[in-house]
């Protein structure tokens, strides 16, 4: 992260922990080091919640706008860097500032998606919406992955939709992390293979679809609601699962999964898992599908492969974020979420290193459009090709805001003595 240097703990910052919620006008203020998961406790009590969110809450709020922060609700409302009113940051000079879209913009915009390249986060201030009480909660599976993409994005585009939209890949097999026991919501619930058609091939795909509502609405208006929008879709019908969840509960599943993982007492959790996180180009993801899916990983990662479209007009090019450059509105969201047993051999976790790189070797050799999330590059060659054209605007900002290159040293973009 930083070699020779100092990693800052912003928890240690006592008024670094604030979170302010401001009903009136709608925003909670919340320190840099503040886990998300704390966000929504506290704005919940106010009947509120942020518009955006991660998959997994117990992350920071400057850490997940240091790179985009992306979940199923970001088709509709971007990602968490969208939903911004302000910043305040110390930037590389030393310098404490407030900025947001009006006032020192071009360090507000640096700093959303900048990888913390140009200063650390203290405060942010987040737009706030009314929150459900609770949510719907649907799984529906597809064979075919022309079907599960051309269902996404009429979802994804429709005025009228669910409120969170994701996707990911299912191995045809009773595989306990990645087969069919892995697409049930309910222990009750059970995945019947012999619903699927007879030439359905080594792959599944799943929609994961979630609605709000009050707990005083009444059930049937959900329910009719609910098979509105699903009967616009094309799933194996009989292979549709869901429950209604409190909006809390759904919003933090990924922390209850890592609460039975760690009271498991297998320690598989602490252990290393290299994910990979890519943005592909709608115009490249049924070819990504074949080459990838289909062949490299046919036989799963020991973890989640969620997959789903974004709406690249919710994103602001302004934000340091790399999208790829297809001009179609829509792009492909891709995670490898990778888990290894519970003491793994050194050798095991580099082959899980080496399939990352011969995917992301695969993809440019195939000439996808794509751009990793969450990057990791070895040289400034690299991350210079990664930012494309917004090269020369990110090194810019770099000289403007930490002319000395003292943040964030451990990504290697920049070195102390680099040219700026």
């Known amino acids: 992260m930083a070699d020779h240097g100092l990693v800052i703990d912003m928890k240690s910052m006592g008024d670094n922990n604030i979170i302010d919620v401001n009903v009136a006008s709608m925003y909670v203020d919340v320190g840099g080091g503040v886990l998300w998961t704390d966000v929504l406790k506290r704005c919940l009590g106010y009947g509120l919640a942020p518009k955006s969110w991660t998959d997994y809450l117990d992350l920071t709020v400057g850490g997940t706008l240091s790179n985009a922060g992306v979940s199923g609700q970001a088709f509709r409302f971007g990602p968490q860097t969208s ?55 649907i799984r529906v599976v597809y064979s075919e992955f022309d079907a599960f993409t051309r269902d996404a994005e009429l979802l994804i585009m429709s005025e009228e939709s669910f409120n969170y ?53 009444d059930s049937s208006t959900v329910n009719m609601l609910v098979e509105k929008l699903l009967r616009q879709l094309t799933f194996v019908e009989q292979l549709r699962f869901e429950i209604d969840s409190t909006y809390m509960d759904f919003l933090l599943r990924v922390n209850h999964a ?26 490249d993801i049924a070819a990504f599908n074949r080459v990838v899916f289909q062949n490299i990983t046919k036989g799963g990662v020991n973890g989640p492969m969620l997959t789903y479209p974004l709406l690249r007009s919710k994103w602001d090019s302004r934000s340091s974020v790399v999208l790829p450059q297809a001009q179609s509105d829509i792009f492909y969201s891709v995670s490898l979420l990778r888990f290894t047993h519970a003491h793994p051999k050194e050798s095991e976790i580099k082959q899980m290193v080496a399939q990352n790189n011969e995917i992301v070797q695969t993809c440019i050799k195939n000439g996808f459009d794509f751009k990793l999330y969450l990057p990791h590059y070895e040289s400034t060659a690299e991350w210079k090709k990664h930012f494309g054209d917004q090269w020369k605007r990110f090194v810019q900002r770099k000289s403007q805001f930490d002319p000395k290159a003292l943040l964030a040293p451990g990504q290697k973009i920049f070195t102390t003595n680099h040219q700026l």
């Open 83 to 137: 939903t911004v009113m302000e910043l305040e940051v110390v930037t590389g000079n030393g310098v404490k500032t407030v900025c947001s879209n009006s006032q020192n913009s071009e360090l507000f915009f640096s700093v959303l998606g900048g990888l913390g390249q140009f200063g650390i986060i203290t405060r942010a201030r987040i737009m706030l919406q009314h929150a459900p009480d609770m949510v719907r909660w």
């Open 165 to 217: 939209v994701e996707g990911f890949v299912v191995v045809n097999s009773d595989d306990p992390v990645t087969g069919w026991p892995s697409v049930p919501l309910a222990s009750n619930q059970s995945f019947d293979p012999t619903h699927l058609p007879k030439k359905t091939g080594p792959l599944l795909y799943s929609l994961e679809l979630a609605l709000h509502y009050s707990k005083h609405d």
């Open 258 to 283: 890592e609460q039975v993982a760690r009271g498991s007492g297998s320690g598989i959790w602490d252990t290393p898992h290299p994910w990979l996180n890519m943005f592909v180009s709608k115009r």
